[in-house]
């Protein structure tokens, strides 16, 4: 059984830059699809951005251009680079594996959630 923890969470000012980390244990992930989430407090949790085990990526509108996920295989990690932060990225972040990545949305596998980190994005 696959286990996500994911860090690199924290205190940052607008228009700061922060790169979160969703380290497996348990499995390797090199063959799931890979996805990041978000929940600010009093909303849903919602998609951010995803990778498949080919490299392809899909991103909400909100962070285009912001956001970048990557994947290291060998270190079954997964990456989430956030640049030019705002205000309105302060969440807790994320990780799911082994989602279903179809027609730019990512769909995520309820079994395999990681705890969570936070982002604070101050003004």
């Known amino acids: 059984q696959v286990q996500l923890g994911e860090s690199g969470g924290g205190l940052v000012q607008v228009g700061g830059s922060l790169r979160l980390s969703c380290a497996a244990s348990g499995g390797t992930i090199a063959s799931y699809a890979m996805g990041w989430f978000r929940q600010a407090p009093g909303k849903e949790r919602e998609f951010v951005a995803a990778?498949?085990?080919?490299?392809?990526?899909y991103y909400a509108d909100s962070v285009k251009d912001r956001f970048t996920i990557s994947r290291v295989n060998m270190k079954n990690t997964v990456y989430l680079q956030m640049n030019s932060l705002k205000p309105e990225d302060t969440a807790v972040y994320y990780c799911?594996?082994?989602?279903?990545?179809?027609?730019?949305?990512?769909?995520?596998?309820?079994?395999?959630w990681g705890q969570g980190t936070q982002v604070t994005v101050s003004s």
């Open positions: 799911n594996a082994d989602g279903l990545m179809q027609s730019g949305s990512y769909y995520p596998n309820s079994a395999y």
């Open positions: 990778i498949s085990w080919g490299e392809i990526t």
